[in-house]
């Protein structure tokens, strides 16, 4: 199984704030690599699929980079609506596998 | 709008089984995979397989593999995942997700609609 790691797992920021989080893959993946969003309670929501396309309706300050085995999502300003765990996905083979998660909350 | 509204939540006793409805709405049902992901409580997500509900093929995660499976009713929309010999690990939020790949091509194993969720609770 391809495992699936993120740094941080936590972090504070405040709004407006670039925030960054980084997800490695244990071996090359290409850009099957997808992010979502998830808050307290809530399903997951998908943000970022194949590495760098905006999911339909999601707000660009999300953006999503890397290939192989290293990624980043980045979120450009971050807004009081962010405040959330993020996981990445790899989709390259199965089983699919998440990251643990980023928290990211309010300094 | 495109939706998925699980069932409600269950309490199970261990060694018992649970069945967890998928109820799809806004598209049409058998174009699309429905993938089911779990999350234990405080933890992460875990994909346990996919149903194709056209031709109603799966694929299971090896680590389900005997204990779950995946079934549709195309007459009503709905998508069912049944977990078997329930243990107190298996307590978890379990979710329908659809695959954005149309039923005919190659799943893309990405989640791009999910239900709000189903609790199972294993308790003695």
């Known amino acids: 199984d391809i495992q699936m790691t993120q740094s941080p797992s936590s972090l504070s920021a405040s709004v407006g704030d670039r925030v960054t989080i980084t997800c490695r893959a244990s071996?090359?993946?290409?850009?099957?690599l997808n992010w979502y969003q998830q808050k307290p309670g809530k399903a997951p929501k998908l943000l970022i699929y194949?590495?760098?396309s905006l999911q339909s309706g999601v707000p660009s300050r999300f953006s999503g980079s890397g290939s192989g085995t290293d990624f980043t999502l980045t979120i450009s300003s971050l807004q009081p609506e962010d405040f959330a765990t993020y996981y990445c996905q790899q989709s390259y083979s199965t089983p699919v596998t998440f990251g643990p998660g980023t928290k990211v909350d309010i300094k | 709008q495109v939706q998925l509204v699980q069932s409600g939540a269950e309490v199970k006793k261990p060694g018992a089984s649970v069945k967890v409805s998928c109820k799809a709405s806004g598209y049409t049902f058998t174009g699309y995979y429905m993938h089911w992901v779990r999350q234990a409580p405080g933890q992460g997500l875990e994909w346990m397989g996919w149903?194709?509900?056209?031709?109603?093929?799966?694929n299971y995660a090896q680590k389900f593999q005997g204990r779950v499976t995946m079934t549709r009713d195309t007459s009503i929309s709905t998508a069912y995942m049944e977990l078997s010999r329930l243990r107190s690990d298996d307590t978890a939020v379990y979710y329908c997700?659809?695959?954005?790949?149309?039923?005919?091509?190659?799943?893309?194993?990405?989640?791009?609609?999910w239900g709000k969720g189903t609790t199972v609770t294993v308790s003695s």
């Open positions: 149903i194709n509900p056209n031709s109603g093929g799966t």
């Open positions: 997700a659809r695959d954005p790949a149309a039923a005919g091509a190659r799943a893309a194993y990405y989640m791009d609609v």
């Open positions: 071996q090359s993946i290409s850009s099957y």
């Open positions: 194949a590495a760098s």
